[in-house]
């Protein structure tokens, strides 16, 4: 019987964003002060305002920290040891956990990065490769 993956957040928030990228597209709320983030989250950090949209996002960013696992914590992720785990601020500003898809050790400290929609069982998941 094949492991399950981590379950992913499923509430009315979340399922805007997930469709978003299975349809390949990345998107970042927007709050009527401005202020732009991510993970998809009720209200604005800044002011805690609940009145938002959704916008597209350009998908490009920076690597700005990794970590790369040589130890599976959870049972899915065992094939895929060692694997990075990531934090890419896009071009608007917000940040976000990923992944690279690269060897970790091509990884650098502001390398540009863009967006991969990345299949993964029944959901697609933000990813990002490096740009040569």
């Known amino acids: 019987m094949p492991t399950q993956s981590p379950a992913l957040d ?6 805007a964003y997930l469709a978003g990228l299975a349809e390949g597209r ?3 709320q927007v709050c009527v002060c401005g202020h732009r983030w991510l ?7 800044e002011c805690l305002a ?18 790369v696992y040589h130890v599976a914590f959870h049972e899915s992720f065992r094939e895929r040891v060692p694997y990075n785990v990531a934090i ?13 898809l690269a060897d970790s050790a091509a ?5 540009k990065v863009r967006f991969v929609p990345s299949r993964q069982g029944e959901h ?6 490096l740009v040569a």
């Open 124 to 129: 697609t998941l933000a990813r990002f490769e």
């Open 26 to 28: 990345l998107s970042l």
């Open 39 to 45: 993970p998809p989250r009720a209200s604005c950090a």
């Open 50 to 67: 609940s009145k938002w949209t959704w916008e597209p996002a350009q998908g490009s960013g920076r690597l700005k920290s990794w970590v």
């Open 10 to 15: 499923t509430d009315t928030i979340h399922e």
């Open 88 to 100: 890419v601020e896009l071009d608007e500003g917000p940040r976000l956990i990923t992944n690279i």
């Open 107 to 111: 990884l650098r400290a502001e390398a």
